[in-house]
């Protein structure tokens, strides 16, 4: 039996001998595609290639490339570890031609790898072709039929249609047919029963899609129609772990070598064994498929966190710690502890887990614990949500309620409907769905976006970037679109040369203007889009044929270029005074500030961040000359040292920076020397993730505005303390002052509690077994009141209390019911202050035995007080 490994090196020796250039896989995690949050497919990385924005390199490439689909249309995620087929995170082998070869020889070679190479039976396999589309005038796919025919019976190559086998990149942009190639590896007792070819694209676990060749032959333009493409190319994915499943002879791509050592280990953590019970099993592949999808991102330089990509990642993990924490009875961090294997099992094809192993499983453990706590809270509301629907005699929980739990907390619907079919509860599934529906209805009107197809002026194969050596040029305007983005137009505008800078590797973009005839175009915002350097302007110039002169603006240039250099220098300082462990994990720099994230594993003391900023300014005060290499071979480029980040692709050719130590690869812009800095000073240093620190700056003259406005501030202070001259003594003695003034005054409001208590106590009136206590009261803090409420609970028997106060001219009513009044009586004081909150022109809620309103109307207190006695009539 082959091994995983052994599959892997078999494909990429395959396609080394049929001349393809083997490339590295590239960052799961993609930057400087508006349209992508994760590489979701192997030609992702070739997309500028497809689209034209850049030249071809190799006219025949093969690789692995490490995929994840679980946002937009590619979106597996609920159905991962139900089924034996389904990943987040997976690989995709795959070769490519741009321009060379095309259908003939991508079957050809699909069957020889397949069937001469692997060894796999030419009986189990089937193919589909297109069948075709009155709606694009095309008709079905007889080439590739026709070559299919060579190694295969007409009954086994099927039609498929435009859904499955006509692939698109997006709504516009490059397209073709598409041949699949399935493989049914059911029994032979199986197969005689129904024959393969009726379950093929039927998601049958046994029938499966093995790869996709796809013919990428037209353009999709915005109006729909199709155009053909000058050149034809071949794009085609293979899924590795389906692969590993056929060859290795299982059902299953969690049978496989890829995930059972993973699989293992986790049975070793919860004591279970794979195989025995379906929940277990299911909890153990949603874990061992999640915890590759995790670190992975992790090591491409993608932190969990709230918001877009790191908000999938988040998601993912917590739904991996959820499955062990209700079936696995996993009650602590466990996932961290997979990482190991993982690297065993991985590591040799993908470096970067062997090197970020520590983060990676640092990053986990915190996210781990942080969600396990979180976990406890949502359970704890859950329970509450059930109580409250049983005593409202409610057959289920509300779906709005589910819907919290579910974007709150990471509860998935399976898990509430779990949780309460146990209490006899049911969930509103169609309010949940309502609820669901209208978050998605939020993403997509915050995202939705219509661009129209490009106009092009003139044919060029990329923009020459000349912002490195200067800041105003004549320019002429390759091509345009109109972009029309939450009801608001504007315009892209790809010049032949550019001196403006796309905003990229953490830096802004460059603004500025346009110049014709006297008219100058505003330029607001720079940006890389699919290898393309778009300028964005709110109107077209009339005249967009003729030669423009585009002048950046050179003052925030110069601030973009002081900041960006000094997160160079910054860097170096850290390592020197932290260690060598010490590396970029992200970075903005923009002309007002620089923020700068880098590994680290624990706060950094304050005499740490001084001698970090004095490092930096004697580097800055050293004056050292820019030296740049604009084309260095990428190889000569690691053996110099230069500072490399994980998650970034970088070509054959690279830009090296060096400012006297400081050696980095960086496309950005920079001083001429670090003089020009000025001086660099860190206003803040905090976490963001586990093990991830970050420091935020400033330089140049907003650094002096900071020093000179502190230096202000003491003098102020000082005039203030009638020109102390020992400044900190005086401060010393005024804190030590207010201190004790602080302790008298809660002494006399402890006291002043106790009488006030003492007097409601006086007014205690029973009635039908119930002590009332309805009063106006003169304290005027909110928490003394709460105070003053539990105290006379825990002195009172069978109390119902009701008071209010005015706090700072607010009025505030406050309603404590003893347990068993609430009970007897089926009172609820979250209902009553609501109802008697109006009285004060407001509102409130709380639990059934305390609750509080606050209003505008003070005078409406004595009113409110009698409304929430009424409730005990």
Same mark, same amino acid.
């Given at each position: 039996m082959k091994t995983s490994k052994e599959i892997r090196k078999a494909f990429l020796d395959f396609f080394t001998e049929k001349e393809h250039q083997i490339v590295n896989s590239a960052p799961m995690v993609v930057k400087g595609d508006p349209t992508l949050m994760f590489t979701n497919a192997g030609m992702n990385q070739f997309k500028d290639q497809f689209l034209g924005n850049e030249p071809v390199k190799y006219p025949r490439v093969a690789d692995t490339q490490k995929c994840l689909r679980v946002s937009g249309k590619h979106n597996d995620l609920e159905e991962v570890g139900l089924d034996t087929y389904h990943h987040t995170m997976f690989e995709m082998l795959g070769n490519w031609s741009f321009g060379d070869y095309f259908k003939k020889e991508a079957i050809d070679w699909a069957w020889e790898f397949l069937v001469t190479r692997m060894g796999i039976d030419?009986? @189990?396999?089937?193919?589909?072709?297109?069948?075709?589309?009155?709606?694009?005038?095309?008709?079905?796919?007889?080439?590739?039929?026709?070559?299919?025919? #060579?190694?295969?019976?007409?009954?086994?190559?099927?039609?498929?249609?435009?859904?499955?086998?006509?692939?698109?990149?997006?709504?516009?942009?490059?397209?073709?047919?598409?041949?699949?190639?399935?493989?049914?590896?059911?029994?032979?007792?199986?197969?005689?029963?129904?024959?393969? @070819?009726d379950l093929v694209n039927m998601d049958h676990p046994q029938v499966i899609e093995i790869w996709n060749l796809v013919f990428i032959q037209f353009n999709r333009k915005a109006n729909g129609s199709l155009e053909n493409l000058p050149d034809k190319h071949v794009d085609t994915g293979m899924g590795f772990e389906r692969l590993c499943m056929v060859l290795q002879g299982v059902q299953s791509n969690y049978d496989t070598d890829v995930f059972q050592n993973t699989i293992a280990e986790i049975g070793k953590l919860c004591n279970k064994k794979y195989g025995e019970e379906e929940k277990v099993d299911i909890a153990m592949r949603v874990i061992a498929d999640h915890l590759r999808a995790v670190a992975f991102a992790i090591a491409d330089g993608q932190l969990p966190s709230n918001n877009k990509a790191g908000y999938v990642i988040r998601r993912i993990l917590r739904r991996a710690v959820r499955y062990g924490y209700t079936f696995l009875d996993l009650k602590d961090a466990f996932i961290f502890r997979l990482v190991d294997v993982l690297k065993d099992t991985m590591g040799d094809a993908f470096p970067e887990l062997v090197s970020q192993q520590t983060l990676i499983e640092k990053v986990i453990k915190e996210e781990e614990e942080s969600f396990l706590r979180?976990?406890?809270?949502?359970?704890?509301?859950?329970?509450?949500?059930?109580?409250?629907?049983?005593?409202?005699?409610?057959?289920?929980?509300?779906?709005?309620?589910?819907?919290?739990?579910?974007?709150?907390?990471?509860?998935?619907?399976?898990?509430?409907?779990?949780?309460?079919?146990?209490?006899?509860?049911?969930?509103?599934?169609?309010?949940?769905?309502?609820?669901?529906?209208?978050?998605?209805? @939020?993403?997509?009107?915050?995202?939705?976006?219509?661009? &129209?197809?490009?106009?092009?002026?003139?044919?060029?194969?990329?923009?020459?970037?000349?912002?490195?050596?200067?800041?105003?040029?004549?320019?002429?305007?390759?091509?345009? @679109?109109?972009?029309?983005?939450?009801?608001?137009?504007?315009?892209?505008?790809?010049?032949?040369?550019?001196?403006?800078?796309?905003?990229?590797?953490?830096?802004?973009?460059?603004?500025?203007?346009?110049?014709?005839?006297?008219?100058?175009?505003?330029?607001?915002?720079?940006?890389?889009?699919?290898?393309?350097?778009?300028?964005?302007?709110?109107?077209?110039?009339?005249?967009p044929e003729e030669t423009f002169y585009a002048v950046v603006n050179a003052k925030r240039r110069t601030n973009i270029a002081n900041n960006h250099t000094a997160t160079h220098l910054l860097h170096a300082a850290l390592r020197e005074v932290l260690g060598s462990h010490v590396e970029q994990k992200g970075s903005l720099v923009n002309a007002d500030h620089l923020r700068f994230d880098f590994s680290h594993f624990q706060k950094m003391s304050d005499e740490e961040i001084a001698a970090v900023e004095k490092l930096v300014n004697e580097k800055i005060r050293a004056n050292s000359v820019k030296e740049e290499n604009r084309?260095?071979?990428?190889?000569?480029?690691?053996?110099?040292?230069?500072?490399?980040?994980?998650?970034?692709?970088?070509?054959?050719?690279?830009?090296?920076?060096?400012?006297?130590?400081?050696?980095?690869?960086?496309?950005?812009?920079?001083?001429?020397?670090?003089?020009?800095?000025g001086m660099l000073k860190i206003v803040s240093e905090?976490?963001?993730?586990? *093990?991830?620190?970050?420091?935020?700056?400033?330089?140049?003259?907003?650094?002096?505005?900071y020093i000179n406005d502190q230096l202000a501030l003491i003098n102020n202070i000082k005039e203030t303390l009638k020109g102390s001259k020992d400044l900190l003594g005086s401060v010393t003695t005024l804190l030590q002052q207010n201190s004790e003034l602080s302790k008298q005054?809660?002494?006399?409001q402890q006291e002043s509690l106790k009488m006030t208590k003492a007097n409601l106590k006086s007014k205690v009136l029973n009635e039908n077994g119930v002590n009332i206590i309805a009063d106006k009261i003169l304290i005027d803090?909110?928490?003394?009141?709460? &105070?003053?409420?539990? #105290?006379?609970? *825990?002195?009172?028997?069978?109390?119902?209390?009701?008071?209010?106060a005015d706090i700072n001219g607010k009025p505030n009513l406050t309603v404590m019911i003893s347990d068993n009044i609430v009970a007897d009586k089926g009172l609820n004081a979250g209902q009553i202050v609501r109802e008697a909150g109006k009285e004060i022109k407001g509102g409130g809620g709380g639990q059934p035995f305390y609750a509080t309103a606050g209003g505008k109307d003070v005078d409406g207190l004595q009113a409110a007080i009698e409304k929430a006695l009424s409730f005990l009539q």
């Open positions: 030419a009986d @189990r396999l089937y193919a589909t072709v297109f069948e075709g589309s009155a709606d694009d005038n095309q008709e079905r796919d007889n080439e590739a039929a026709g070559y299919w025919e #060579q190694y295969l019976p007409k009954d086994r190559i099927l039609n498929g249609n435009k859904k499955d086998n006509f692939w698109e990149m997006g709504d516009t942009g490059p397209c073709g047919p598409c041949s699949e190639v399935h493989v049914d590896i059911r029994s032979e007792e199986e197969r005689a029963k129904v024959p393969g @070819r979180t976990l406890s809270t949502g359970i704890r509301l859950l329970d509450d949500m059930i109580l409250k629907a049983k005593n409202d005699g409610a057959t289920e929980i509300a779906g709005k309620d589910a819907f919290v739990l579910y974007d709150t907390f990471g509860f998935p619907l399976d898990l509430t409907e779990l949780i309460t079919r146990e209490n006899g509860l049911g969930v509103d599934e169609k309010g949940f769905a309502v609820e669901m529906q209208a978050q998605k209805d @939020r993403s997509r009107n915050a995202a939705a976006q219509e661009t &129209d197809d490009w106009v092009e002026l003139r044919k060029i194969e990329k923009t020459e970037f000349l912002g490195y050596d200067k800041l105003e040029a004549e320019i002429k305007i390759a091509r345009y @679109r109109k972009v029309t983005q939450k009801k608001k137009a504007f315009y892209q505008l790809v010049f032949d040369q550019t001196p403006f800078y796309g905003e990229s590797g953490g830096q802004v973009g460059d603004a500025g203007y346009i110049e014709f005839d006297g008219v100058k175009t505003s330029v607001f915002d720079t940006q890389k889009e699919n290898n393309l350097t778009v300028h964005l302007v709110n109107e077209l110039p009339e005249n084309e260095m071979p990428i190889e000569e480029a690691k053996a110099s040292g230069a500072m490399m980040l994980f998650g970034e692709k970088y070509g054959e050719a690279v830009r090296v920076i060096k400012f006297g130590e400081s050696v980095e690869l960086c496309g950005g812009t920079h001083v001429a020397a670090t003089g020009q800095i905090s976490a963001i993730a586990a *093990g991830v620190r970050r420091i935020e700056a400033i330089t140049a003259d907003r650094a002096e505005k005054i809660e002494a006399f803090n909110a928490g003394l009141v709460k &105070d003053l409420a539990f #105290q006379l609970k *825990g002195e009172v028997d069978d109390l119902f209390l009701v008071i209010g």
